[in-house]
């Protein structure tokens, strides 16, 4: 049954609504997903503070210009699904990809991240980046490498000389 023109304006609202309070989003192809699979997304997106709604891309292009957001949606092939960063931007990137690894039937469209539309492939790129915490993993161990390091070597000289402090003595 199609929706009055009320619905569609509440629809707008709501997704115009959500495009405020974003960080980042995630362009996705969900047709052909069954709904086990798309409730197992959510699911994961909702525990990361993140949602994907499926909306048409006329009401989409709509809320899009009363943002005033510049993205085309004839580009966006399919059934466009958007996944909705409103904490953390990077980690709904990298669930979107890892989910769609195990689905045929999910496409990434794009993305839209730092105030720019971004391809299928950057949002790919920038799913595969690091975490924080990784990269400040990194860094502690690229700082505690020299440092045992030189410890090690401080360390040599003492056991040198109590070696050799244990040999005198037993001689």
Do not use: C, W
């Amino acid at each position: 049954m199609p929706k009055t023109r009320e619905q569609k304006q509440e629809v707008v609202q709501k997704f115009s609504d959500q495009l405020q309070k974003q960080n980042a989003m995630v362009f996705v192809d969900v047709k052909g997903l069954n709904v086990k699979a798309l409730a197992s997304l959510r699911s994961k997106l909702k525990a990361l503070g993140s949602q994907i709604t499926v909306i048409k891309k006329t009401l989409f292009q709509r809320a899009l210009q009363e943002k005033g957001l510049v993205i085309d949606t004839k580009k966006l092939e399919g059934q466009v699904g958007v996944v909705f960063a409103f904490q953390d931007p990077v980690e709904p990137f990298r669930t979107a990809y890892g989910f769609g690894k195990g689905q045929e039937h999910f496409k990434i469209l794009g993305g839209y991240f730092e105030q720019e539309f971004r391809s299928p492939e950057t949002v790919k790129e920038i799913a595969q980046l690091p975490s924080r915490e990784q990269l400040l993993g990194r860094m502690v161990g690229a700082i505690q490498s020299p440092l045992q390091g030189f410890r090690s070597v401080l360390e040599g000289n003492i056991k040198g000389l109590l070696s050799v402090l244990a040999q005198a003595k037993t001689s």
